[in-house]
């Protein structure tokens, strides 16, 4: 079990690293000075598990482990030297964005699940940490966040929650969780090769 959990750290740790670029990399783009790029790399990294956070009533997990913020740097000094070859780079950033997604989604709604939450509480937690950071980058940027009319993204991170609050007793089985954290990650790369989108309503 111990070993297990070190794993979702390391895949945790990941998707920050991968948000972080993402958010750096944008920022960068806007030709932001340093300051700006790192509140874009730590605003989408780290928003997402800070509003959980505050919402579930505890001290932001940063406070107390610099891993997070050492692996935020790091991003911003990666996207700084790799900004030229982002676009060759890319696809392999999807795929680490996606591991992100779906780590930061199961451990959003596996903090809701410690506490004893409900249903909704499961789902909420989940889909906030998986999109929440971005949503707050791209509105710091002055941007529509794309999530709201682009991409099959967040809807991942809802499925995910959806799942594992309704199956009960499976949430403390690993082997379960792993499961859904591969059905999921695939689901989000064949949305990527697809470009699947959900329906819109227009008329």
Same mark, same amino acid.
């Given at each position: ?24 990399? &944008? ?7 340093? &300051? ?10 780290? *928003?997402? *598990? ?10 932001? &997990?940063y406070?107390?482990d610099n ?6 740097i ?9 900004y030229?070859?982002?676009y ?7 795929? @680490?964005?996606?591991v ?20 909704f509480?499961?789902?909420f937690?989940a ?6 950071g971005g949503?707050?980058?791209?509105? =710091? ?6 999530i ?7 809807s ?5 929650? @959806?799942v594992?609050? =309704? ?18 990650? @695939? ?17």
């Amino acid at each position: 079990m111990i070993y297990m959990l070190n794993e979702i750290y390391m895949l945790d740790l990941l998707g920050t690293f991968a948000f972080a670029t993402y958010g750096s990399y &944008f920022a960068i783009k806007k030709k932001f000075d340093i &300051f700006g790029v790192f509140v874009c790399a730590f605003l989408t990294a780290l *928003g997402g *598990g800070t509003i959980r956070e505050l919402f579930l009533g505890n001290v932001p &997990f940063y406070f107390y482990d610099n891993n997070y913020v050492f692996t935020i740097i790091s991003a911003i000094v990666f996207s700084i030297v790799a900004y030229n070859l982002f676009y060759k780079i890319n696809k392999g950033m999807l795929v @680490v964005d996606s591991v992100g997604l779906v780590t930061f989604a199961f451990i959003g709604a596996s903090k809701a699940n410690e506490l004893g939450l409900g249903f909704f509480a499961i789902v909420f937690c989940a889909t906030i940490t998986a999109i929440g950071g971005g949503m707050l980058r791209d509105i =710091a940027m002055n941007t529509m966040p794309e999530i709201l009319y682009h991409d099959f993204y967040a809807s991942v991170a809802i499925l995910f929650g @959806v799942v594992y609050a =309704a199956c009960g007793g499976y949430r403390e089985d690993m082997r379960y969780v792993y499961v859904l954290l591969f059905s999921c990650f @695939v689901l989000r790369l064949a949305a990527i090769k697809y470009k699947l989108n959900l329906w819109r309503p227009w008329r």
